[in-house]
């Protein structure tokens, strides 16, 4: 337990650093965030934007098994592994399978739901009324199949969600068409959830809690942190690029996909992986959309934002420090027009981000298993966003002594 006042140290200014800073802050520390890049202009900048209460669905179910090889075989398809980079992946991917077995299932899709049934509710405590309104919109998604046979393949994720509280309704044919006029005649039907939220534009909403914050007396420092100094007692100091050391009391390591990097050398290695993912943003793409439409068989989303129409989505395994691979940005623009033939080339921009992945779906949220006063919030993968405000708040209630609001067992960095 820290005191109300004593500083903090977040390492990482992606959406999960920040939210963790954010609700540090309220809490009455003094904190400081540092990271060498801007907030928010890793993988926080270039998501989908969606924020979904009903994200309980594991990244591979025992019905998914049976596509990965189509999958791995199409170098433009939903998932591929670079071929040089399979045997550092291998144990990564072990683990994957394990976690797909139907037995492991249930536990992690409800440790998913207790993160995502408070995650929207999580973003208006820590926004406040006003910047909520400015940047999540709660419209719904549409998630579009192909064909009915592959939404009827999809129904035991849809079960999943049911059981876990999740409102949503087949939509066909002309219904289709009136929920979102754009959608290609082709595509036969869709499941709309209603309950589901989005933001226009991710890298505002870390921007704007970085402004919040720095408001509110906090500092960011931008430099990268080579090494964690530790004493018997804790964290002592981060010795930064450049030299300099920076001293610390309590240090909440949120540093995304190189967290590994940071908390191997303090005895944890849980078998973090980079999902790599890519988006196109069209601006002038003549597709006006309400909400978020998802293709599952082609593993992306389709969101409005204000930038213009984003594409994005897939997993390319790669590790963190390959170049992009833009051709993958480029096939999702063809993917995009399966769903809206009248889009329109526009002007387009193409970014690749590291998920940061654990092979269970699910974060790591809590304290060191070796040392006092340092912290760990990082593994979000495919929704980092989501979970990004319900992890500050989680962060913040173990720092200063409280009971967490959800039991935060499920997510020890320890599990593995
Ligand atoms: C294509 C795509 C679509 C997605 N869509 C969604 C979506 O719709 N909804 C959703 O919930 N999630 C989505 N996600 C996932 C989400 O974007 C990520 O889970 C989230 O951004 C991770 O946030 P983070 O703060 O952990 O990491 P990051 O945003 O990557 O931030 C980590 C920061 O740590 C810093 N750092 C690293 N090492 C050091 C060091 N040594 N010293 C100092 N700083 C360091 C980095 O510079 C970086 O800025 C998507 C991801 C992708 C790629």
Redesign the pocket.
């Known amino acids: 337990m820290t005191s109300p006042g004593s500083p903090v140290t977040v390492?990482?200014?992606?959406?999960?650093?920040l939210c963790c800073a954010r609700w540090l802050q309220r809490g009455g520390h003094v904190v400081t965030v540092?990271?060498?890049?801007s907030p928010?202009?890793?993988?926080?900048f270039?998501?989908?934007?969606?924020?979904s209460k009903y994200?309980v669905v594991p990244l591979v179910m025992p019905g998914t098994l049976a596509k990965v090889p189509g999958w791995l075989l199409d170098p433009m398809g939903p998932l591929v592994v670079r071929w040089r980079y399979l045997p550092r992946a291998m144990p990564w991917l072990l683990r994957l399978l394990a976690a797909s077995r139907a037995t492991r299932i249930p536990a992690i899709a409800d440790a998913l739901g207790a993160l995502a049934l408070p995650s929207i509710d999580a973003y208006g405590e820590l926004l406040g009324p006003a910047d909520f309104a400015d940047l999540i919109r709660l419209e719904g998604v549409v998630n579009a199949y192909e064909s009915v046979a592959d939404l009827e393949a999809d129904a035991p994720a849809w079960a999943l969600r049911r059981d876990r509280g999740a409102r949503f309704e087949r939509v066909d044919g002309e219904a289709l068409r009136e929920l979102e006029p754009a959608l290609n005649p082709a595509i036969p039907c869709a499941i709309y959830v209603p309950d589901t939220g989005h933001t226009a534009n991710?890298l505002r909403l870390v921007k704007t809690l970085a402004e919040r914050f720095i408001g509110d007396g906090g500092e960011i420092v931008e430099?990268?942190?080579?090494r964690v100094e530790c004493g018997d007692g804790g964290p002592r100091a981060l010795h930064l690029d450049g030299g300099a050391a920076h001293p610390v009391e309590t240090l909440v390591v949120?540093?995304?996909?190189?967290s590994h990097?940071?908390s191997g050398p303090l005895g944890s290695k849980p078998p973090l992986e980079a999902e790599?993912?890519?988006?196109v943003t069209i601006a002038g793409s003549g597709i006006s959309l309400k909400r978020p439409v998802s293709l599952a068989s082609r593993g992306f989303?389709a969101t409005p934002m204000e930038a213009g129409l984003r594409i994005?989505?897939t997993v390319e395994i790669g590790g963190l420090d390959a170049p992009p691979d833009y051709r993958r940005a480029r096939a999702l623009l063809d993917h995009g027009r399966l769903l809206f033939p009248g889009l329109r080339d526009g002007t387009v921009s193409q970014w690749m981000?590291?998920?940061?992945s654990l092979p269970d779906s699910l974060p790591v949220i809590g304290r060191s298993p070796h040392f006092e006063r340092l912290y760990y919030a990082?593994g979000?993968?495919?929704?980092?966003?989501?979970?990004?405000a319900i992890t500050g708040k989680l962060i913040a209630e173990l720092i200063a002594g409280r009971s967490t609001s959800i039991d935060i067992d499920p997510y020890r960095i320890d599990r593995f």
């Not at 540092?34 to 890049?37: A, Q, S």
């Not at 928010?40 to 926080?44: A, L, M, R, T, V």
């Not at 430099?223 to 080579?226: D, E, G, K, P, Q």
Request: hydrophobic residues 35%.
């Open positions: 390492i990482g200014a992606g959406i999960v650093g540092i990271d060498p890049v928010g202009e890793s993988c926080s270039g998501n989908a934007g969606i924020l994200s991710p430099n990268r942190v080579l949120a540093a995304g996909a190189w990097r940071i790599r993912g890519y988006h989303y994005a989505g981000g590291c998920r940061p990082f979000h993968g495919h929704l980092g966003l989501t979970q990004g």
